[in-house]
């Protein structure tokens, strides 16, 4: 028996014509950058999450990098965001020339703590940048609160959470912006690299529209300096046929990690995240805390010996990657954060993954807990 970590064959299949004839049509117009299919899908992605503007970048770090730029992020500035999450969060602000002030996470969910973030606040802090990771939104109305009260921006890290919702709003609603990315493995996927940026603000979409395309008003006319970010024609043609689709598999794997739920709620050395069902939680990950005797990578080579692969999102927090040693943050700095990356496992769990994996992955699991 083998139990992927991810398989991104069947979510594709299941509109391969689809994305096939989406690929020929833009093939037979020959036009491949910033036309009618970037419109058409900022248009669905924008009604889709309820926002007034979409502008299509060519990733989910790029998306970052242009809403810090938009919104005025530079050097000598301070934005304060979560070391639980891919490094690609920090290394947008580092690009804008500000620095990254972390805050820790909520143990029960490891998404940002508003407490902590109330704590990091200066004179310098430009945004507070939350991550909504594992496919559930931070606490956006404390969160937008802190923001409100000393005047300072919400820019939301929403590359894991396509379709999250919270208060009956969508992820990425609730900021100056929203950031999405579309890595191939996502809750909303392309063939490729690609990402968004969606915002109720329209000279923000304005500055963001500029920014992607170096900076150009019209053509050769350029008053400001920008850079080459843009979703092609392809991957947008692609994203039109998959985002219709999106609901249904935020739904399965939702039900996919209820099941997972049930079969672990008792297990002692396993320790779940806060519960959320769908449309609250999309389930991008379905991340559990090994905790106890046992190692998290005695845990994780034993799955592996028995076929199941799984993944650690993530084993080093951002502030102890060797790259961001500059950044100088005290061991005590972040408790819950260094402790949580030492436990944190990833089960295998993706569209069309089936119910009897899930129980294949149970199995395995309760047996490599055995001491
Ligand atoms: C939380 C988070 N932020 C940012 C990114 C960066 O997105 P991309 O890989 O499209 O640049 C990712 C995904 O890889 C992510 O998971």
Known sequence: MNVPFYDMRPANEACRRQIQ???????????????????????????????????????????????????????????????????????????????????????????????????????????????????????????????????????????????????????????????????????????????????????FAARLRKLRNYGQTEKYHHDSLGYNSRLDEIQSAVLQEKVRLLDDWNRERAFLARLYRERLCKVSSVKLLADANWPQHVYHLFVVRIVGDISRELVQSRLEDSGISTACHYPVPVHRHEAFAQLDVPSDFLPVTEQVATEVLSLPLFPGMGTANVDLVCDALLKALTP
Not at 30 to 38: A, H, N, Q, T
Not at 96 to 106: K, M, Y
Not at 114 to 135: A, D, F, M, N
Not at 136 to 156: F, P, Q, T, W, Y
């Open 21 to 203: 004839a989406a690929i020929d049509r833009v093939i037979g117009k020959s036009w491949y950058i910033l036309g009618e299919e970037l419109e058409t899908f900022e248009q669905d992605f924008a009604q889709y999450c309820g926002a007034s503007h979409c502008i299509g970048v060519n990733s989910g770090t790029d998306a970052l990098w242009l809403a810090l730029l938009a919104a005025g992020v530079g050097p000598g500035d301070e934005v304060v965001t979560v070391a639980h999450t891919f490094v690609a969060t920090a290394i947008a602000i580092i690009k804008t020339g500000a620095i990254p002030v972390f805050a820790d996470v909520d143990p029960e969910t490891l998404l940002m703590d508003p407490q902590s973030v109330k704590e990091r606040i200066t004179g310098l802090t430009k945004v507070i940048l939350p991550v909504h990771i594992y496919g559930r939104c931070a606490d956006l109305s404390s969160i937008m609160e802190l923001g409100a009260k000393h005047g300072i921006d919400v820019i939301e890290d929403a590359c894991q959470a396509h379709g999250s919702q919270i208060q009956g709003r969508y992820a990425g609603t609730f900021g100056v912006a929203g950031c999405f990315s579309f890595y191939p493995t996502k809750n909303l996927g392309a063939l490729g690299d690609g990402g968004v940026i969606i915002t109720d603000d329209s000279s």
